[in-house]
């Protein structure tokens, strides 16, 4: 590949191969039968429509399957759309492997493992440590392959780990200071916080929600392994209640997500850090795909904001 999806402006053509990320079924105006695709490459992805589309092709083109296609790239309601005008399924004489389409986290999962384990053995107290630890090893090949979310924020293979070691970065500057923090707390609510998505979703290349996701959601699973892992481990006391306080009130509304608002002071750091992150985030990753003097397009996470990139800004 040349160039990915996300350099392409309004206009261009297309003429390479993608991954479908998603496929969903629709029917138009006129009663015949459509796919919306959302497609993906390293760079990022863009959506789709397959006119007419027969049952052959709703059997061929679903998720995490790679396409040849060529079309034009479009604009509907101010998002870029790609104007489909050949698809077809890859073959193998093609020379294209589905690593070559998702993009990676870009600090390195034997770097990100190191600064997880490194956090589990500042903390001092043994019931924190134990428990944390414990899931830290069972998850430990999910923990550096999947996503923290499938789309806005860290939406990319070992994006959970980077955006993990990212607030674990932002926490120990916090500590430093903020000393009446309890540094065992706040980490241990960094590395446990979001561990319930790798139920939630689906996987790392191409994440959808699981029915448990669709029908629990990652908070909710992730409170009750903590009481089911302490259970296993004969943990007993307030610490384990707290740690499950951090993963309920981490969204820091009802409205968000959060079945509690955060009531500790460290639910509270870890609401706002894990904020700060997702945002910073999402505004690098848009930045990037514009030029000095123009905007991004509207974030829908971002209250339907475009951000500016100025025509100063160092590089």
Known sequence: MKKGIANYNVGDGFDGFMMIK????GVA???KPFLTLI??????EIESKLWEATSEDEAVFQAEELVKLSGEVTSFRGRPQLKIQSIRPVQATDGVAPEDFVEKAPIKKEALMERITEAVFEMKNPNIQRLVRYFVQKYQEALLTFPAATKNHHAYVSGL????V????????????????NKDLLYAGVILHDLGKLKELSGAAAPNYTMEGKLIGHIPMMVQ??????????ITGEEVTILQHLVLSHHGKSEWGSPKPPLVREAEVLHLIDMLDAKMNMLDRALGKVQPGEFTERLFSMEQRSFYKPLFEDK
């Open 166 to 181: 990212s607030m674990l970065n932002l926490a120990r500057e916090l500590k430093e200071l903020y000393p009446s923090l």
């Open 161 to 164: 780990a980077h955006h993990i």
């Open 22 to 25: 998603s496929a969903s079924k």
């Open 225 to 234: 392994e903590i009481g089911q892992a302490a259970e296993e481990l004969k």
């Open 39 to 44: 497609l993906k490459d390293a760079s990022g």
């Open 29 to 31: 105006s006129n009663g």
